[in-house]
């Protein structure tokens, strides 16, 4: 059997998984390449560095140009995270000849464009399955086993932090910060979280899916997003009470021809599969013109669930599956879908709408007036009982029928200067 020899740049969590399964299970990735893929070097900061991997210490070294400078290196997995030295050293592999594996998705989301268009005019090729997901193969469904359809949307479970901490907050009844806390200690979490819990991550993750299902070049930080940071446990409450919880989704559909993105939390029906997943894991739905509804559900990270999509990604390199889906993403990128501006008012859906209001008589007729008067029809109204205390602060919940965004927002704005509301609306919207 012939052999391919192969790189590693990066011995992180990820990149020991990913070691391990070229270097444990040899033979098992040979019948599936069809030639064995040996390990020729891993490039390290350190090479003195403790690591829970037995590693041969004449793979290991600190010189990139170990593997640049080598032609019979075809492949390389680069795992360096972050936007810098990652991109130099993308660059510098790519322009050596080689085709690159990454899991990096803040790369991608920031500078694919850029890196995609350096590999196609270099003749090389950029595979990255592992970076939205992890161990779910969202990515080569997309690209590949999709590729007779039209994508019609994607609702995506894509950020395991925060739907962790949903799950804590709505099954155990945990506070936001107690159960931030316990995701951190399980390590679900970063030190500051702020990039999952503020929907950057996962904004980050729907780009490069938008791009792959759609063709449109649209920079993350333009995708609309808000975070799971000022969730509150009533609104969990309620969502329950109405048959609905809470998931932080990435949205892509198309809307009249125009692609609408946006990351927010959003009531999901309580007997649909998104409402089910829980934890640490992710799911995407995604309908298309001839298959309808699909479903993908998995480990959105940790070592071998993302080490696994790592190593396909490498095998496919390697038997050159990869080159083609990449030159094959390439022509649907020149038939980009057209991006909606951010808050297009006519964008339309079901809403949840909770107020808090002092409870006297008339605060109700006049919320639902200026509901009525922006066409806005009411599905549903729930407000607990209370004492008889005529200045008692409670919530008035109210779930809506379809209407545009445009018109919220309006109605919204109205309803806040009241003088009986106390507090900022809170609008989410509905996945029926």
Known sequence: MDTTKVALVGLGTVGTGVAHLLLDEADRLARHAGRRLSLAWVVVQDRDKPRDIHLPRSLLTDDL?????DPEITAVVQLVGGLEPARTIMIRLLESGKDVVTANKALLAEHGPELFDHARQLGRSISFDAAVGGGIPIVTNISQCLSANQIESLHGILNGTCNFVISRMDGAGASYRDALAEAQRRGYAEA??????????????LAILAHLAFGARVHWQ??????????????????????????????????????????APQLVRHDSPLAEVRDAYNAVRVVGDAVGRVWFHGLGAGRMPTASAVVADLVDTVVGRAAITFRTLELWSQRPARVM????????????????????????????????????????????????????????????????????????????????????????????
């Open 65 to 69: 140009s170990q593997v640049t400078d």
């Open 192 to 205: 500051d979280p702020t990039m999952d819990v503020d929907g950057s991550d996962a904004a980050q993750k």
């Open 222 to 263: 333009d995708i609309p997003r808000e975070g799971i940071d000022q969730l509150q446990t009533a609104d969990l409450q309620f969502a329950r009470e109405l048959g609905y919880r809470i998931k932080l989704l990435a949205v892509a559909q198309l809307v009249a021809e125009e692609l609408e993105l946006h990351v």
């Open 341 to 432: 501006p951010r808050d297009n008012a006519h964008v339309s859906s079901r809403y949840y709408l909770r107020f808090d209001v002092v409870d006297h008589p008339g605060v109700l007729a006049e919320i639902t007036g200026i509901l009525g008067r922006h066409k806005i029809s009411i599905a549903s109204v729930i407000q607990h009982e209370t004492g008889e205390s005529a200045e008692e602060i409670v919530s008035l919940v109210v779930m809506t029928h379809t209407t545009t965004d445009g018109a919220i927002r309006q109605a919204v704005g109205e309803i806040n200067v009241l003088e009986a509301v106390q507090a900022p609306t809170r609008v989410l919207r509905v996945l029926d």
